[in-house]
């Protein structure tokens, strides 16, 4: 298994930080599970700039991007996600997603995956569902909208931008990487940042 984690200008630094250190150290994984590896996907090889302007270059552009079904295409949040740019990777996502492949979407790429249809069949979370209605003219998946945090709908989980916990959280268990007494600690302590749940996220790990 490997992290596709599509990259863009503007891209929201924070919003897959706290899942990419955690599938990319593999610190907290059940016994014998190595960490995921991270490659970087772009509309092209050109460099991009996100947000808190840390520059990035693409590993594998998206038109010569190869995953199989046990990989996480992961697309983070971001001002351009509605650039025609972004098209290929929003399109390979739906394929994808309409395949039952690994797919995590936060915030912005939520819009961007509404814009296309992707949503349309499944349930759903994004930043809100006015925004959807607002941005997204032909959306059409209204009534699997769901008023939560992150929701996960068989290999796909989407999230608002102000949820990257939930995020994590969702996308952890989705790869089951973590025993649920592991991520239920790991989640909790990051959350209510109380010791005792540091204390049971190290019992966890025995």
């Not at 490997?2 to 016994?31: C, H, I, P, Q």
Request: proline fraction near 4%; hydrophobic fraction near 45%; include cysteine.
């Amino acid at each position: 298994m490997k992290t596709y984690l599509y990259v863009l200008d503007t891209m929201a630094d924070w919003e897959a930080g706290y899942l990419l250190a955690e599938l990319n150290s593999g610190r907290f994984f059940r016994k014998g599970t190595s960490p995921v590896r991270t490659v970087l996907v772009g509309s092209s090889l050109n460099e991009v700039s996100t947000m808190g302007g840390i520059r990035l270059t693409p590993d594998v552009s998206i038109d010569s991007l190869k995953m199989t079904a046990e990989d996480l295409l992961l697309l983070p949040g971001a001002d351009t996600w509605m650039d025609e740019a972004q098209r290929p990777v929003l399109l390979a996502a739906k394929k994808r997603i309409a395949e039952g492949g690994k797919v995590a979407a936060i915030c912005g790429a939520t819009i961007g995956l509404a814009a296309v249809g992707a949503l349309d069949g499944v349930a759903h979370t994004s930043n809100a569902l006015d925004v959807l209605k607002m941005l997204c003219p032909g959306y059409a998946g209204e009534s699997l909208y769901r008023n939560a945090p992150a929701v996960t709908a068989g290999s796909l989980v989407t999230a608002s931008g102000f949820a990257p916990l939930e995020f994590s959280r969702e996308v952890l268990a989705l790869v089951d990487v973590f025993k649920p007494e592991t991520l239920d600690a790991w989640y909790n302590l990051n959350v209510k940042k109380e010791a005792g749940y540091y204390f049971a996220l190290m019992e966890s790990m025995v």
